[in-house]
């Protein structure tokens, strides 16, 4: 069952249905980082596929699932187990990733990459693929989160949107100046989630 474990999805369709396109485009790219019960990426191809009908429309979504134990946050977070906190963070694993598949098998704009943000970047290194929409909610370090978007920020185009989740437990400034250099600016804020694009 296609899932999420946040709030906000509102706004991320909002950010899809007001993706700003200086011409009709050819084709649309857009991927989710972090994928976990998919509601994410449902809910972007929904909002792109309600804009465009007939359209060579692909969706990249990336997660290694496996119970890969990676480091969630900058410092030293704590989850909440029961009535206890712990320094043990949650996992996703691969029954999580096969009834995810099922639930996409049928779409024919999602692809699904079963790994790593770097080994995707590094397996798409040399590639040309502009992307127009992103939604970052794989690790929310500071170091994760600023690869990948200055990653995604040099396959952009004018009017690209990078959504990141959690900025606010990252260091948001940091984030924020390195892509002012590929002429990124924050143009709106929720509680987790923030957009940017490129002006
Ligand atoms: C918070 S969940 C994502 C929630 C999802 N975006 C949603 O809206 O429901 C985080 C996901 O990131 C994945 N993940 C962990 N490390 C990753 C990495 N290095 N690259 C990509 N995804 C990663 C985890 O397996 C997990 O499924």
């Not at 950010?15 to 972090?34: A, D, H, Q, R, Y």
């Not at 040399?126 to 690790?139: E, M, Q």
């Not at 978007?149 to 900025?167: C, H, M, N, P, Q």
């Amino acid at each position: 069952m296609i899932r999420g474990d946040s709030d906000e999805y509102d706004l991320i369709k909002k950010w899809c249905e007001t993706l700003p396109f200086f011409s009709e485009p050819k084709s649309i790219n857009t991927c989710e980082v972090g994928v976990r019960e998919g509601l994410g990426s449902q809910i972007i191809m929904m909002s792109i596929l309600s804009r465009f009908k007939k359209i060579d429309y692909v969706h990249d979504a990336i997660d290694p699932y496996g119970d890969l134990e990676y480091k969630h946050f900058d410092g030293n977070p704590r989850w909440k187990n029961g009535d206890e906190w712990t320094s043990k963070a949650p996992t996703y694993s691969n029954e999580m990733r096969d009834q995810m598949i099922k639930d996409f098998a049928t779409n024919p704009n999602f692809k699904f990459y079963n790994m790593t943000d770097i080994q995707y970047m590094n397996v798409f290194n040399l590639t040309k693929t502009i992307y127009d929409l992103v939604f970052l909610d794989g690790p929310h370090t500071t170091q994760a989160i600023l690869r990948e978007v200055l990653w995604f920020a040099e396959r952009s185009r004018k009017g690209t949107r990078i959504i990141i989740d959690d900025y606010q437990l990252c260091n948001f400034e940091v984030i924020r100046a390195a892509i002012s250099y590929w002429g990124f600016k924050d143009i709106e804020k929720g509680k987790n989630k923030v957009c940017f694009e490129r002006i």
